[in-house]
C-alpha cells in the first residue's frame, strides 16, 4: 500500500512471530529430547531482518510483495503470495567466514554443517564498557577457559538495550577487545559471538576480526541475549547455502538440556 516501507515487517496480508527475537521458545511440542532429561529450554538469539539496523553502507533489507492472493484489498493477486529480498550478506543475525578480511581465507562452502551445531557458552559480561576485557572473559568461564572447539558467545549491555532490534544503527555499542580475542583464539574456541552487528568498534581496521578470522574462529554477530541466561547450551546457527559467500544471514538457536526431574 502506499506509504508502506518495503523492509517494514509487514504483510499485505499477514505476518505474524510466535515470539520476539532473544525470547525463550515453548518447548512443549518439541521431539529434540534425550534419554533420562527433561524436555530441554530453547533460546531463539535471532533478530528479525526486518527490525534488525543496517551497517552504515550496507545494503538494507527490504521485502517486496510481487503478488498477492485473488481476494487481497491492495489489488489483483494471482492466487499466491509471492515476494522478492534484497539485503547484505551481513544482515541482522549472521555468520562471518575468514574470507570476509583474509585474501585466500575459507569461504562457507569450506565447511560443514557439522561446524555449525556446537556447544556454547553464553558468558555474562554485562558490566563491560566499550570493549569486553580479557578478565570478563576469564571470570565468565569455568576455569577461566572454555573448551577447543565450543562457541564464546558474549552477553553485554547491547542486549539490555536491544540495539540489534532497533532499525536505526548506532555506533556507540559494547565490542570485543584484542586482548580477549586473542584468548579465544589460543583457546581454540569454534565460533565467537556478540550481541551487536561487529565485534570490532566501529570504524576500526577490523583488527578482532582478523585475530579471529585468522584462527579459523567463527564469528557471529547481532544475536539478542537479552534473555538468555549465562550458562552452557548447544548452539545451532545455519547459515543459508550461499556457496562461497563471506558472510551470510543465519536462523540462531540456544539449546539448553535441563536435568532429570
Not at 534419554?35 to 545494503?59: E, Q
Not at 539485503?87 to 562471518?96: K, V
Not at 582478523?210 to 541466561?229: H, M
Request: net charge negative.
Amino acid at each position: 500500500g502506499e506509504g508502506k516501507d518495503p523492509g517494514a515487517c509487514q504483510d499485505p496480508v499477514r505476518i505474524s512471530s510466535d515470539q520476539s527475537a532473544g525470547q525463550k521458545v515453548s518447548n512443549a511440542m518439541s521431539p529434540f529430547k534425550l534419554p533420562s532429561c527433561s524436555a530441554p529450554d530453547f533460546y531463539d538469539i535471532s533478530v528479525p531482518l526486518c527490525s534488525a539496523p543496517s551497517w552504515p553502507g550496507d545494503r538494507p533489507f527490504s521485502l517486496e510483495w510481487q503478488s498477492g492472493h485473488l481476494d487481497e484489498k491492495d489489488g489483483p493477486g494471482n492466487g499466491c503470495l509471492l515476494s522478492a529480498l534484497s539485503l547484505s550478506s551481513h544482515a541482522a543475525t549472521h555468520l562471518d567466514f575468514p574470507c570476509h578480511v583474509l585474501s585466500g581465507g575459507r569461504r562457507q562452502d569450506d565447511y560443514s554443517v557439522q561446524r555449525f551445531i556446537l556447544p556454547a557458552w553464553v558468558v555474562d559480561a554485562r558490566g563491560e564498557e566499550g570493549a569486553v576485557s580479557a578478565s570478563a572473559l576469564r571470570e565468565g568461564l569455568p576455569g577461566g577457559r572454555a573448551p577447543p572447539g565450543e562457541a564464546i558467545l558474549f552477553k553485554t549491555a547491547n542486549s539490555a538495550m536491544r540495539l540489534t532490534s532497533r532499525t536505526s544503527f548506532t555506533a556507540d555499542y559494547v565490542s570485543l577487545s584484542q586482548e580477549a580475542a586473542r584468548i579465544c583464539a589460543a583457546a581454540k574456541a569454534g565460533l565467537v559471538g556478540i550481541d551487536c552487528l561487529s565485534v570490532d568498534g566501529y570504524e576500526s581496521a577490523l583488527p578482532v576480526h582478523r585475530i579471529l578470522l585468522n584462527s579459523d574462529v567463527l564469528i557471529l554477530e547481532g544475536i539478542d541475549l537479552s534473555a538468555v541466561p549465562a550458562g552452557r547450551y548447544t548452539l545451532i546457527c545455519l547459515p543459508l547455502s550461499l556457496g562461497g559467500a563471506e558472510a551470510s544471514p543465519v536462523r540462531a538457536v540456544l539449546v539448553r538440556q535441563l536435568p532429570p526431574r
